[in-house]
C-alpha cells in the first residue's frame, strides 16, 4: 500500500459475488447441474440461500434439499466439479461484467487516495478479479482462502480492516448477502446493503445497485462518524 492512503481514516471494503460481480449466475448454474445430475433441482428462492454462504456449506444445504447424503470422498469430488463447471464461466469473463455504477465509486476512491480492499467468502476472488481486470486497484484482499470463519462471523471484514491499518468502526462494507451485512454489523462497520430492501433490513443503508449510489453519498461516508 502507498504511504499517502495511509493517512485517510475512512477505508472501504467491497464483497466480490453480488456486488461488483453478478457470479451468482454462475454459481446457481453450476450448484444445479450437481442437483439434476444427483437426480433432482432447486428453486431460484432456494439459490438465494447460498449467497454469501461457503461452497462446503452450500453443498451440505443442497444435499438437504434432495434429501440426500454422500461419503467424505464423493462430496468432495462433487464440490470439485462443481468449481471445474463453475471456474469454466468464469473463464468467459472480462471487465465488461462489472456491475452498472460499481467503477465510478473505484475511480473516486482512487483519485482521493481512500483505501479499499476486497472481503469475499469466494475462494476464486483472485481468479476473477484478475478476469475483470481489478485484481491491482485493491489495497487488500482477503478472500475465502484466507478465513476460518465464514460470514455472518466477521473474520473476513477485521482481517480486512487490519491490512488497511484502519479500525473496524472506520470501514465502510458493501453487501448484497444476509450474512454479510450481519458480519460487516458484527464487526460494528457501516454496512451498505445491495439488493432487496426486505432482505437486507439489517444493513445501515440500502441500495438495490450501484447506479442508486452517487458520489455525493460516498463524501457523506467519508464525513460520517460511526
Ligand atoms: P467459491 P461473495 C460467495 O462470494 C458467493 O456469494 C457464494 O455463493 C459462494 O458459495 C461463495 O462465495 C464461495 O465461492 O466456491 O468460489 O469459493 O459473495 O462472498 O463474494
Ligand atoms: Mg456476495
Redesign the pocket.
Known amino acids: 500500500m502507498t504511504q499517502h492512503k495511509m493517512n485517510s481514516d475512512k477505508a472501504f471494503i467491497f ?5 461488483i460481480v453478478d ?2 449466475k454462475f ?1 446457481f448454474l453450476a450448484w444445479r447441474k450437481l442437483a439434476n445430475d444427483l437426480g433432482f433441482d432447486f428453486t431460484e428462492e432456494q439459490n438465494e440461500q ?6 462446503i ?2 453443498l451440505k444445504k443442497i444435499l438437504k434439499w434432495g434429501n440426500m447424503e454422500l461419503s467424505e470422498e464423493e462430496f468432495n469430488s462433487q464440490m470439485a466439479r ?2 471445474e463447471n ?1 471456474l469454466s464461466c468464469v473463464d468467459e469473463m472480462d471487465n465488461a461484467e462489472i456491475l452498472p455504477g460499481v467503477s465510478k465509486v473505484f475511480e473516486y476512491l482512487m483519485e482521493h487516495n481512500i483505501p479499499f480492499a476486497l ?7 483472485r481468479t476473477i478479479l484478475k478476469k475483470i481486470d481489478l485484481y491491482k486497484k485493491f489495497d487488500a484482499i482477503v478472500d ?1 482462502t484466507d478465513v476460518s470463519k465464514a ?1 455472518p462471523d466477521p473474520e473476513v471484514f477485521l482481517i480486512a480492516a487490519e491490512k488497511l491499518n484502519t479500525a473496524p468502526e472506520n470501514c465502510v462494507v458493501f453487501e ?2 444476509v450474512a ?1 451485512v450481519q458480519a460487516a454489523n458484527a464487526g460494528k462497520m457501516t454496512s451498505i446493503g445491495i439488493g432487496d430492501q426486505k432482505v437486507l433490513h439489517e444493513a445501515d443503508y440500502i441500495f438495490s445497485d450501484f447506479t442508486e449510489i452517487d458520489i455525493e453519498f460516498i463524501k457523506k461516508l467519508l464525513r460520517k462518524e460511526k
Open positions: 464483497d466480490l459475488d453480488g456486488v457470479t451468482a454459481h447460498l449467497k454469501g454462504v461457503s461452497r456449506e452450500s462443481k468449481n463453475y472481503g469475499s467468502a469466494s475462494k476464486n476472488a475465502g460470514k448484497d448477502s454479510g
